[in-house]
């Protein structure tokens, strides 16, 4: 199994609205990550968990708030969302080990209104 | 720093090969990556290889790696209108961080 699965698949949120995205990956991958793509962009890396705990936060704004209950589940709490917040975001994991590797998920197109 | 380049767009005929460029900075031993994104959809890798090897192929993928010019090109063979799609080059910069490329967009004619 090499899949990474996000959802909801598309979400659309007012400005006040308090909504999460959810990701999950059974590979046993102890890396996690969740990221911001707008249209014809790179991705652009916003949060990393590693063994389940904070690596890296690129300077995310606090309306971004990442959770990762255990090493299979990653979510991303959105809280107080502005118009450029809409973009696609995407979840990967990665191996520990050498490589790391990282597999992207489908992604959850976020429209914020 | 790390500074991944790659042409923005390539127009191909059904076919025919394809081949997609990008060049690199980073002087260190280090994995490359290619991902393939279609419209509307994540990112799929398609193949990566790391800095001590020259070539790798994968049925119609072929990557070909030039440590000294410090470019990366993937040669898609028989191209298919399946194959219509944004392909990012990446240089893993740091054991969590890549850095991607603007990414080629792919059109197949027939």
């Known amino acids: 199994d090499t899949e990474v699965t996000q959802t909801p698949k598309h979400l659309v949120m007012g400005m006040t609205n308090k909504k999460s995205l959810k990701c999950e990956q059974h590979?046993?991958?102890?890396?996690m990550y969740w990221y911001k793509q707008k249209a014809k962009k790179p991705p652009e890396l916003m949060f990393v968990y590693s063994y389940e705990k904070l690596s890296i936060n690129e300077s995310v704004p606090s309306r971004f708030s990442p959770e990762c209950p255990n090493s299979s589940l990653l979510n991303l709490h959105l809280h107080a969302l502005q118009p450029e917040d809409s973009a696609l975001y995407l979840c990967?994991?990665?191996?520990?080990?050498?490589?790391?590797?990282?597999?992207f998920g489908p992604g959850t197109r976020l429209l914020v209104l | 720093g790390e500074d991944v380049e790659q042409s923005l767009f390539l127009s191909v005929r059904e076919g025919d090969s394809s081949v997609i460029n990008c060049t690199y900075t980073?002087?260190?031993?280090?994995?490359l990556y290619w991902y393939k994104q279609e419209p509307g959809a994540g990112l799929q890798l398609l193949t990566y290889i790391f800095s001590n090897m020259d070539m790798k192929q994968d049925q119609r993928l072929t990557v070909l790696l030039n440590k000294k010019d410090k470019h990366l090109s993937l040669r898609i063979a028989d191209t298919q209108t399946g194959d219509s799609a944004i392909y990012f080059c990446?240089?893993?910069?740091?054991?969590?961080?890549?850095?991607f490329g603007a990414g080629t967009t792919v059109t197949v004619r027939a």
């Open positions: 590979m046993g991958h102890r890396a």
């Open positions: 980073d002087s260190s031993s280090t994995y």
């Open positions: 990446a240089e893993r910069a740091s054991d969590y961080k890549l850095s």
């Open positions: 990967a994991s990665s191996p520990s080990g050498e490589g790391k590797t990282q597999y």
